[in-house]
């Protein structure tokens, strides 16, 4: 449905140059959540903008539903906008108009009659949960309730694809949680197709089917959210990773440890998490398993987990023990004399 090929974006201050996005290339299918996560002026934003031109790439092409849009008139860029429903971290409501009109805007802005976009905006109110709310004005809303104002708003053209830029930064915790819910609602009703970016790897994990990681305006890495969850390459994504599942090995565990202990990092994925590998293993060979630190939870409906364990026993029984526990298990040693 997108199609980013060799984008790159270049600023110019004061005679110095800023690739601000530096020869990306991404693939986002129909119907897809895609995530775009990055730290601080990684380009997130920039590469955001690009996909409806509100930035024109320096060079590259932006192709959406088989359209190559960089190359398009400004009438027919019009026209191909509609199909692109763009959400903020701000919201940019129009503060002088009710909730009703801030919906309804960008169809009167299309020409049409109030009466004849009423039902269109009432349905969508109903849909994101406000319709109770028609007749306020944004500042008598919560963040939560300005944030489903702004998705109406850029529904009501029924676009093909919702560009979400920071879409639930502002937004405490719990209201996240149902914004994102509501997003997921949208694609799976309307089959739209969703790019978000964020610096927060929470919204990555609950709602993202594909991700990228951006640094210094390039991808540096890419895949299905639980690929990179369970098996990150890059250091910074590692960082994300590691911050999101909490995996932190303590400080207590690192300041414990010494050449003399067996101690590894155990990633177990999909069934591997159900299943009682280290109770074998430790029945199995003459060895016992400390857990030091660690935790089972879910990935994209799959049973996902992180645990630091210890081996006690001879250094020949760990091995061996280890051998088999590698046929299911991710294992990397933090350290040890055993391998
Ligand atoms: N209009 C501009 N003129 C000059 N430099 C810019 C401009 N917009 C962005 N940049 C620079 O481009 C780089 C990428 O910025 P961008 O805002 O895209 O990053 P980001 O990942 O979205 O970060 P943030 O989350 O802080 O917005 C930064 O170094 C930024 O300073």
Known sequence: MIQLEQ???TYTNNGQSIHAVDDVSLRINEGEIYGIIGFSG???STLLRCVNLIER???GQVIVDGVDITSQSKRALRETRRDIGMIFQHFNLLESKTVFQNV???LLLDGKKAKDVKGKVEELLAFVGIEELANKYPD????????RVGIARALVRSPKVLLCDEATSALDPQTTDSILKLLKDIRDQYNLTILMITHEMQVIREICDRVAVMENGKVIEEGTVFDLFSSPSHQTTKNFVAAEMNDDIPKSVLEALHSERHVYRLTFLKEAASEPILFR???RYNIEVNILHGQITELQGEPFGN???EFLGETSEIKKALHTIQQSVQVQE???RAG
């Not at 008598?140 to 944030?147: A, C, D, T, V």
Request: positive net charge.
């Open 7 to 9: 984008i790159r974006k």
């Open 42 to 44: 990684a380009g997130k």
């Open 57 to 59: 790439p320096t060079s």
């Open 104 to 106: 309804a805007f960008p």
């Open 140 to 147: 008598e809303l919560s963040g939560g309730q300005k944030q």
């Open 281 to 283: 293993a430790s029945k």
């Open 307 to 309: 645990l630091i364990v």
């Open 334 to 336: 933090v350290t040890s």
